[in-house]
């Protein structure tokens, strides 16, 4: 028989402070392999409710009352009253998702399964940052009833989940993994702000601890992705397929921002050269631009460090992430160049950046080159203004001289606009000829997204796209 002695924990970073070893639950283990839960109808719950979990949540609870577990009061409370601020995940859905929203960690243990779902960033030297995980990691081991399967979906260097994660769960709970408990990975795969691909419409890789486990895994994500499930050999080959993903994104658009730059200065434009290369059948079709965001342009440090630790220089990872870096400079530097074919200066002028979030139509300001780029610009001296009525300012990236407008006619008339992403509302509301009436004849217009490549534009700006 089990006998728990367990104290409050409030929310997977409650643990962060407390003295090595210490322990919310002091177990008896009884020595006999405990019954997986029935994956048709367990309850889940998930630690981190952003893009990744609130979807979870909201399949889940079709089949049984789920439970979200966030640190984040005020999001917890937005939750509450049907509002997302990811966009993910409609009020409607979350009216009738049969869910319980909370910041008190106890609440796991009334869960089956516990899903993991929290950030894994980098720090400002570029290493893995896994504090979140591990934080959730000793909650979630405080807390976790016998039996329960947790499954980890963040995304991480191999080895993580059972070298770094499964050694907490098992401390804190004094539970024995196989025995007591149960452990799988299984990948997000969420393309933020795609409403063609959501998380039914992408398969899904499983893993588990043992091969039951990981049929058990496939059955349990059955009930939300219908696009069917990948079985992988092990949970590492899991984490490596993820991460993977990624950096493979990030180096193929590296190249494209590599070659951008080289045919920049030959004078042909890699837009076109892609149009033309993507003619045969089995050319990989990237295009150049800024990356950032939580996922490609922090994953691929967690290889660059794993490589480390195995005695490997990751070159070609490492010089992906450092081209890609760079970007936002050479954006910046091409702006200046348009200015000086006029004879002119960037240096006190006016420069207008649509654009601030990651990706179009996202409104995830973390990590975006975009402020990179306005930094430069006013370290060179110009004035910087930055519209985007759909990006969520909750945390600082930088743009320490920008001045962020509520609308792009706020800032009075401007020398130079540069377009950094084609959200739906640029197209839709800011034509050529909207642009025309902001800045004088002959201003440069760099346009990241080729929304206003044609003959016409030519008329009125110095135009310059990828």
């Known amino acids: 028989m089990d006998t728990l002695q367990d104290t409050t924990v409030s929310g997977y970073g409650a643990f962060n402070n407390a003295p090595s070893g210490t322990k919310n639950a002091i177990r008896l283990v009884t020595g006999e392999p405990t019954t997986l839960p029935d994956p048709a109808t367990c309850r889940v719950a998930v630690v981190g409710l952003g893009y990744v979990g609130l979807p979870l949540i909201c399949g889940f609870s079709a089949a049984s009352r789920s439970i979200g577990i966030d640190i984040d009061a005020n999001k917890v409370d937005e939750l509450k009253h049907n509002n997302d601020r990811t966009g993910e995940v409609t009020a409607a859905d979350l009216a009738e998702a049969d869910a319980e929203f909370t910041t008190d960690a106890c609440a796991m243990n009334d869960a089956d399964a516990i899903l993991v779902c929290v950030p894994t960033p980098v720090n400002s030297r570029n290493r893995p940052d896994y504090s979140p995980l591990l934080a959730a990691s000793r909650s979630i081991g405080a807390n976790m009833k016998r039996g329960a399967v947790i499954v980890y979906e963040s995304t991480v260097d191999p080895g993580t989940t059972e070298d770094k994660c499964l050694p907490i769960l098992e401390e804190m709970s004094g539970l024995k993994e196989g025995i007591d408990f149960y452990l799988g990975y299984s990948p997000e795969r969420i393309n933020p702000a795609d409403p063609t691909r959501k998380l039914s419409d992408i398969k899904k890789i499983v893993a588990g601890s043992s091969p039951v486990v990981t049929d058990f895994l496939e059955q349990l994500y059955s009930r939300v992705v219908k696009a069917g499930l990948f079985p992988a050999a092990n949970i590492r080959v899991a984490e490596a397929a993820k991460i993977l993903e990624n950096t493979q994104r990030d180096v193929n658009i590296a190249l494209m921002n590599e070659l951008m730059a080289l045919y920049d200065k030959m004078g042909i434009r890699a837009s076109d050269v892609i149009a033309a290369a993507s003619s045969k059948w089995n050319f990989h079709h990237y295009r150049p631009g800024m990356v950032g965001g939580h996922c490609i342009a922090v994953d691929p440090y967690y290889l660059v460090d794993a490589g480390r630790r195995h005695g490997l220089s990751m070159e070609l990872v490492a010089a992906g992430r450092s081209v890609n870096e760079q970007t936002p400079f050479f954006l910046a530097e091409k702006l200046e160049e348009l200015f000086e074919s006029k004879k002119l200066r960037l240096a006190g002028k006016r420069v207008l950046v649509l654009g601030r979030s990651f990706k ?29 009525p759909i990006a969520e300012d909750d945390h600082f990236e930088g743009g320490r001289g920008t ?30 000829q909207t642009l025309t009436t902001l800045v004088p ?8 997204r080729g929304m206003y490549d044609g003959e016409e534009v030519h008329d009125h700006f110095t135009y310059w796209r990828p």
């Open 360 to 388: 179009e139509d996202c409104p995830d300001t973390r990590n975006s080159k975009t402020y990179k780029m306005m930094d430069y610009l006013w370290a060179q001296g110009a004035e910087v203004y930055n519209f985007d």
């Open 403 to 432: 001045e962020i407008i509520d609308d792009p006619f706020d800032g009075g008339a401007y020398h130079a606009i540069i377009v950094t992403l084609g959200h739906r509302v640029f197209r839709e509301q800011l034509d050529l």
């Open 441 to 448: 004849k002959g201003a440069p217009l760099i346009d990241m």
